[in-house]
């Protein structure tokens, strides 16, 4: 066999990087060990794989058509190293999860699963809905439970479990009024406090709202929910969040569950691998705990 599972890894590291310097550092090896490798790479399948703009290597069409087959390959190997080199060591898995999903459930998860497979690791990556797909395709963890649509190409999306969205507001806000429901009027003309461009929680709240009040005039975006249901409990503004993360100021009397003359309003959670990822024995264990966690929560 003329291909390499080095060369393969020295690859992946110039696609990731740039640069063949730059990959040498990533891989350990020197700048010309990693150059000779990328060229017999490159004479063995009789294409280049890379066009040069100015200092940089940028993958060609060549090179996208090998990406996904050469980290599939790469996986592969470590799925082997982790089965057969070390069997006795507990396994170490990479989750990804969008913010809302990592702050109020994704402890709780895995601590139950802890309990259950004693001998675990699990490294958790929490960011927002769009980093956390990337950060599944590439190859940076092994699966990711999300809060929006997944846009992405070469990634099985599976739904997960549904979640409850909620208008709320401080008990002081003018909209509060009597008490009576709320028109979609007055839900037009308040100010919203809304997640950050890219969120799961921002597209969620937007495809859910937008088809009954026609637009959503933000009055200050924030990186994460919790940031939000405090301003919007010190009466900055009204605000649609997951029920599961403002249930405790609601039970505190910081924030009221506004009546409004909004359906339910419902979105689904999914759970997202790579096509082109090996799913090994823990990591299969891992996603169907996930899918067994998420039954048990669901009402009914």
Known sequence: ?????????????????????????????????????????????????FDRVGKRLVLNDSGRRLLPQARHMLDLAQTIERQFVDPHAGSELHIGASTT???????AMVAAYR?????????????????????????????????????????????????????????????????????????????????EAGS????????????????????????????IKRATAEGLGISCLSRAVVQDLIEAGKLLELATALPTLRRHFYMVVSRHRAASPSLAALLAFCRDWARLQQPG
């Not at 696609?15 to 150059?35: D, E, I, K, M, P």
């Not at 999903?101 to 402890?107: A, D, K, T």
């Not at 495809?207 to 200050?220: G, Q, T, V």
Request: aromatic share 4%; charged share 15%.
């Open 1 to 49: 066999m003329k291909i390499s599972l080095r060369q393969l890894q020295i690859f992946l590291a110039v696609a990731q990087s740039g640069s063949t310097t730059a990959a040498a550092a990533l891989v350990a090896l020197s700048q010309s060990a990693a150059s000779a490798a990328l060229n017999e790479l490159e004479h063995s399948l009789g294409v280049q794989l």
């Open 101 to 107: 999903i990592g702050s109020y459930m994704l402890p």
């Open 115 to 195: 309990q259950t497979h004693a001998g675990a690791r699990v490294r958790a990556l929490v960011a927002n809905t769009a980093d956390i797909v990337a950060a599944v395709v590439n190859f940076e963890v092994d699966a990711a439970l999300i809060e929006g649509p997944c846009h992405a190409d070469d990634v099985d999306v599976e739904p997960w479990m549904t979640d409850e969205l909620i208008v709320v507001a401080a008990p002081g806000h003018p909209i509060v009024g009597d008490g009576r429901k709320i028109g979609l009027k007055q839900l037009r003309q308040a100010e919203w406090l809304l997640r």
């Open 200 to 227: 799961g929680t921002r597209e969620a709240v937007e495809h859910a709202l937008i088809p009954y009040l026609h637009h959503l005039p933000s009055s200050f975006e924030f990186g994460n929910s919790e940031a």
